[in-house]
């Protein structure tokens, strides 16, 4: 059962053309001028989706949890390292580290420092769950440790006032609350069906959640209240992200969508009452 404030946000409704070609699981969305970025985690590469047309921005490349843009051009992609693509062609490995089985998802604070997830163990080949880690990496090339205190890190996204990281735990179904300058990890939010997958921040400080398995976004208030719940047309809600001229374009992906279920994950486009928070270009 759907539920939805009537102005929160509109009814989802899919990219006509992302329906007309297969795809895996999406990722990412990101809204730019030039359409809407996406990655495809599972059958690899970055596509832009603009009016009738899907292309194909970074070709192969797997794993790509999160994107965000960058100050000089391109992205920066998510995977086994953290990478800056420009022109699907030039790459510039930003960070690897020693022990942690690849990177999900990522943000930026408001100076462009990154601020991204990742997993210490594989949890699709049926490892044992180990804690996860959030890091900012900043200008100057160096990574700092927010916390330790997430398993399965997921959807990033930081408060308005940059007090504070609000991190997706898909493993424990939950939102957490980390200090931006590092500091222990507080249940921001239960998820109220499903999991807790990718999430965005809204200019009035809402959390908004990708319900996973759930089918749909869940908004939480700044003061940590589950006010809504939207359902979108697909049996797994992977992401979200705001944007457009007036912030309030919401991009939405899925792993699959129950319109044309042969041709597998979507992005479902909606319109919010609250503009979203502006997601810096990466400065590193």
């Known amino acids: 059962m759907q539920q939805r404030m009537a102005s929160l946000l509109s009814e989802p409704a899919p990219l006509e053309a992302v329906l007309v070609r297969p795809h895996g699981l999406l990722e990412g969305p990101r ?12 059958a690899g590469g970055v596509f ?10 970074l070709p192969r490349r797997h794993g790509i949890g999160g994107l965000v843009p960058h100050r000089d051009g391109g992205f920066v992609v998510t995977g086994r390292s953290v990478l800056h693509v420009r022109d699907g062609a030039e790459q510039r490995e930003l960070l690897t580290l020693d022990g942690v089985s690849g990177f999900n998802d990522l943000s930026t604070a408001a100076n462009g420092d990154l601020l991204v997830g990742a997993l210490r ?4 080949a049926g490892e044992s769950p180990r804690p996860g880690i959030l890091l900012r990496l900043t200008a100057d090339g160096s990574a700092e440790m927010l916390s330790e205190g997430v398993v399965w890190p997921n959807g990033v996204g930081p408060s308005p006032d940059g007090a504070t990281v609000y991190v997706s735990d898909y493993a424990d179904r939950r939102v957490l609350a980390i200090p931006a300058d590092g500091g222990a990890a507080e249940v921001f939010s239960e998820s109220p069906r499903g999991s807790a997958d990718g999430l965005a921040v809204d200019a009035d400080g809402g959390v908004w959640v990708a319900l996973g398995e759930g089918g749909g976004v869940a908004r939480f208030t700044a003061a940590r209240e589950l006010e809504a719940i939207v359902d979108v047309p697909a049996r797994f809600v992977s992401s979200l992200s705001f ?13 699959d969508n129950l319109r044309t279920p042969e041709t597998g994950g979507c992005v479902f486009m909606a319109r919010s009452e609250v503009p979203g928070l502006p997601v810096v270009p990466a400065a590193v």
């Open 48 to 57: 832009r989706v603009a009016g009738d047309e899907v292309s194909e921005l």
């Open 31 to 42: 809204i730019t001028p030039a359409g809407v970025v996406f990655s495809d985690v599972i």
């Open 243 to 255: 944007g457009g001229e007036d912030g309030r374009d919401v991009a939405i992906t899925t792993a």
């Open 121 to 124: 163990y594989r949890p699709l």
